[in-house]
Nanobody
Framework: QVHLVESGGGLVQAGDSLRLSCEFS????????LAWFRQAPGKEREFVAA??????????YYADSVKGRFTISRDNAKSTVYLQMNSLKPEDTAVYYC??????????????????WGQGTQVTVSS
């Protein structure tokens, strides 16, 4: 199982930027699919972004609600995945979770794909 630790959350104003980090550990981490999910109060956890390696090619996936504003990236040498969040909106307020799938499953959008989760980091965007 992969151990994940998120950091970088905080309170910002609408239009600001934040970068979340997630350090991961485990076997062959460069092959993992790594993702960010979020859960707002009273809502279900939802997919935000994912980074998947297939051979030597890296693929990224985004929820429509964050496309063009958020960027997922990974540094396998540092065992860290990042979520750069720009032009933040109040509706981005949520607890953000990092997740890992060691098997590289095809269903990157489903939380059921991921068997390792971090503890979450709070992001609050004020209007």
């Amino acid at each position: 199982q992969v151990h994940l630790v998120e950091s970088g959350g905080g309170l910002v104003q609408a239009g600001d930027s934040l970068r979340l980090s997630c350090e991961f550990s485990g076997r062959a981490p460069s092959r993992y699919t790594l993702a960010w999910f979020r859960q707002a109060p009273g809502k279900e956890r939802e997919f935000v972004a994912a980074s998947k390696w297939s051979g030597a090619i890296s693929y990224t996936y985004y929820a429509d609600s964050v496309k063009g504003r958020f960027t997922i990236s990974r540094d396998n040498a540092k065992s860290t995945v990042y979520l750069q969040m720009n032009s933040l909106k109040p509706e981005d307020t949520a607890v953000y979770y990092c997740a890992a799938d060691p098997d590289g499953s095809t269903s990157v959008y489903s939380e059921n794909t991921y068997d390792s989760w971090g503890q979450g980091t709070q992001v609050t965007v004020s209007s």
